[in-house]
C-alpha cells in the first residue's frame, strides 16, 4: 500500500518526479509467486493506485530524473510516506479472508495422518456428515442423550459378568431372570451360604458387604459367579439406592432385597417365583414363622393358604381394611419386587433415610390395587433370626450399647418419612 501513496504524491508533485521513479516502485509485484498470499493485496493496492496517477505526469515528467530538493516537498514526502505505511498496513489487516488456500490451492490440505484426498468430494462429505449429525433431536430419548439415533441408546443394564476375551454374544452360557441381594457382614457367613443354596442358576446373586471383608467368601463356589459390592456400615436401603437403579436391574424380572439373618430352610426361590406369578403379586414376602420375630399380623404364615393379602390387626391400627398394615402391607426385611413395581419403589427410597423405615407403608403407592397386588406367600417361609449384627456397627454414646444409637436413628428417619411424604401429597394436591 506503500506504493499507492507514492503515485499519489507524484500526482500532487509532478513537476518533482521522474518516469524512473514511478517504473522503479513498479518492481515489487514481480515477487508475487513467492510471497502470492501477501501479494495480493498488494496487486490490488498498486492497481486502484493507478489509478490516482494523471495523464500529467506521463507528460510533464517523462524524462526526468532528478527530484527537486525543496524543504516543503521534503515534509510532504517523509508526511506522505509514513501515512502511506500506516494506511497499508490497516487496509492489509482488513482483508483477510484473501487467504492463501482459497485462491491458490485447487483442494485441501490433508489432516495430519491421514491420507490426502481432493478436496471439493472430501470437504461435501464431511459437511453433509456435519449436517446429518446436527439434525438429530429424539425427545423420546433418555434426558442427556437426545443427540443420538435411538438404536445405538443403551438405557438399561445388569449385572452379568463377561469375559475378557472372545465374542461377546457368546460370553454368557445361561441369563439369570431373577436378582437376589444380602447385605452382609462375614459374622453371618454360614448363614447367607445356606441362603444361597436355595437360588438357582435363575438368579444374579448380588452381596453388598458392610464390613469391608470380601475375599473371605472366596470359599464358597458360588461367590466367584456373585457380584461383591463394598462400603462400610453401610444399610441394604442404602445400597438399593446407589446400585439397583431400575435401569440397572431391568433385565430381571423380580428382584430380592433381603437382610442377612433368614432362616430359609422351609422356602425354595424357584417355587417362590411360581406361586408370586400364579397370583399376580407385584411386591411380596415369604410368610414369617409365627413364633419367632413376628411383629405383623400381615405377615404371619398362614398354614392353610398359599398366599393371603389381608389381615386382622389390634384395633384401632388399620382406619380401613385395604389399607396398610391390614392389606398392601410387607416387611422390609425380605421384600421381593417384580420389575415395574420396582420402578416406582426405587424413585420412593429416600437417598439420606438409609434405614428405610416407613417405607413399607408406602409401598401401595407403587401398585393398583394394592390390597390385591401385594401379599405374603404362605407357602414358601423363612425365619427371622433378629441378629442384629448390621445394628451393633453403631457409635456407644452416654453409656449406650451401639444399637441403641441405631435404633433411634431408625425410628427418627420413621417421622422424618412420613412428614416429608405429608408434605409431598399438600404439596401436588395444593398445585391442581
Known sequence: MLFCFFFFFGSQNRDSYSVDSVTSLRVAPSYHSSLANDWVILDCSFALCGLLVDESIMKNNF?????????????????????????????????????????????????????????VENNSSSAQSLKH?????????????????????AS????????????????????????????????????????????????????????????????????????????PKQTKWWYA?????????????????????????????????????????????????PKRGLVWQMTKRLGDKEVHRTAEEKSGWCSDPHLPPCAGFVEIMAPVFSRNAWRCVWYLIQNDLIHGWGLDFALQRCVEPAHQKIGVVDAQWIVHQTVPSLGNQGEAADGQSPWRGVRERCRREWKMFQDRLKDADKAYYKSI
Open 133 to 153: 449429525l446436527s439434525q438429530i433431536w429424539v425427545p423420546s430419548n433418555p434426558r442427556g442423550a437426545e443427540t443420538l439415533p435411538p438404536d445405538i441408546v
Open 63 to 119: 524524462g526526468r530524473s532528478t527530484i527537486s530538493k525543496k524543504p516543503n516537498d521534503t515534509v510532504k514526502l517523509l508526511v506522505t510516506t509514513f501515512m502511506g505505511i500506516v494506511f497499508g498496513f490497516t487496509i492489509g489487516i482488513t482483508f483477510p479472508i484473501l487467504s492463501l488456500n482459497k485462491i491458490y490451492h485447487p483442494v485441501d490440505i490433508a489432516p495430519v495422518g491421514k491420507k490426502f484426498s481432493p478436496g
Open 156 to 231: 438399561e443394564s445388569d449385572f452379568y459378568l463377561h469375559r475378557l476375551w472372545g465374542n461377546p454374544s457368546e460370553d454368557l452360557t445361561i441369563r439369570p431372570k431373577y436378582l437376589i441381594t444380602f447385605t452382609v457382614g462375614i459374622s453371618q457367613k454360614k448363614n447367607i451360604d445356606a441362603a444361597v443354596k436355595k437360588f438357582s442358576e435363575n438368579f444374579t446373586i448380588v452381596l453388598f458387604h458392610y464390613d469391608g471383608k470380601t475375599s473371605e467368601w472366596d470359599e464358597f463356589e458360588w461367590s466367584k459367579r456373585a457380584v461383591h459390592v463394598s462400603a
Open 241 to 289: 439406592k446407589r446400585f439397583l437403579h431400575p435401569d440397572v436391574v431391568a433385565a430381571y424380572e423380580y428382584v430380592f432385597i433381603w437382610d442377612e439373618d433368614l432362616g430359609v430352610e422351609h422356602f425354595n426361590a424357584e417355587e417362590y417365583i411360581k406361586l408370586v406369578k400364579k397370583h399376580g403379586l407385584e411386591i411380596s414376602q415369604p410368610g414369617l414363622e
